[in-house]
């Protein structure tokens, strides 16, 4: 036990709490270098589950692959090669960097996610996916 320098015989009652601070923030600074790592580089089957539609009050710009595989956004079809300088153009894309994606059921995954990836190429931060709610979710 550690005595005051003073002479007194009294005993040190404050407990010293810094090596305790200083190892819980060893392991916070740990914990987030290896948390992203974990996530992108595990597999996993994720659960099927229904979703409630999400309300939303402006209108946000989609981005429709159809069952030809012709690209639109909005109302105005794009043509394959051009969808990168079309989105990197896009005045409401570059302010907002958020786009929908709406693609049909029957394309292979391969053409759905090249099209992703060619709108993050063209500074899409955010993408949503729209999908048809589930018979059982829907209001009569």
């Known amino acids: 036990m550690a005595f005051g320098g003073d002479g007194s015989r009294r005993a040190m009652t404050d407990i010293n709490v810094t090596p305790l601070v200083d190892v819980m923030l ?31 009050s402006e209108e946000k710009l989609v981005l429709r692959i159809t069952r030809d595989r012709r690209v639109y956004i909005g109302d105005s079809e794009i043509a394959g090669g051009d ?8 005045a409401r894309v570059q302010k907002d960097k958020e786009l929908y994606l709406q693609a ?12 992703m990836a060619v709108a993050r190429r063209a500074g899409v931060e955010s993408l949503g996916m729209i999908t048809e709610p589930d018979k059982e979710l829907r209001k009569p």
Do not use: C, W
């Not at 060893?26 to 999400?54: C, E, H, N, W, Y």
């Not at 969808?83 to 896009?90: D, G, H, I, V, Y």
């Not at 049909?104 to 099209?115: F, K, N, Q």
């Open 26 to 56: 060893v392991l916070l600074i740990i914990f987030m270098v290896t948390a992203p790592l974990i996530q992108s580089g595990v597999k996993v089957d994720l659960p099927r589950a229904s979703a409630q539609q999400m309300e939303h």
């Open 83 to 90: 969808l990168e300088a079309k989105l990197r153009t896009n």
């Open 104 to 115: 049909d059921r029957s394309l292979p995954y391969g053409s759905v996610v090249e099209i």
